[in-house]
Nanobody, 124 residues
């Protein structure tokens, strides 16, 4: 299984950005995809996740409507749109795949495979 996250960059506060994650090699229909981020000096935290067979998408409490996940199953791509970016959003953003589904998908331990991360810097 391979995951590739891309789309990061330097963005001014208040701007928007869409990150993409392309997954390949998943042979089962029963899996979860999650988005995480890790700011310098901080632990990796879950942003959003969903199970492939589940209609629900889970979001962390801090998201507050600024983060939106979308799925493009035909392209094996998951996107994370971030609106009204703040300096506190500066981090490396990762996507991950776990061979299970359920409401605990916001935890890093849930995942078996990780992408390399894409860096987002919010600064004026």
């Amino acid at each position: 299984v391979q995951l590739q996250a891309f789309g990061g960059g330097l963005v001014q506060p208040g701007g928007s950005l869409t990150l993409s994650c392309v997954a390949s090699g998943l042979t089962s229909d029963y899996y979860s995809i999650g988005w995480f981020r890790q700011a310098p000096g901080k632990q990796r935290e879950g942003i959003s996740c969903f199970g492939h067979t589940d209609d629900r998408t889970y979001y962390a409490d801090f998201v507050k409507g600024r983060f939106t996940v979308s799925r493009d199953n035909a392209k094996n791509t998951v996107r994370l749109q971030i609106d009204n970016l703040k300096p506190g959003d500066t981090a490396v953003y990762y996507c991950a795949a776990g061979l299970r589904e359920g409401p605990f998908c916001l935890y890093t331990i849930f995942y078996d495979y990780w992408g390399q991360g894409t860096e987002v810097t919010v600064s004026s």
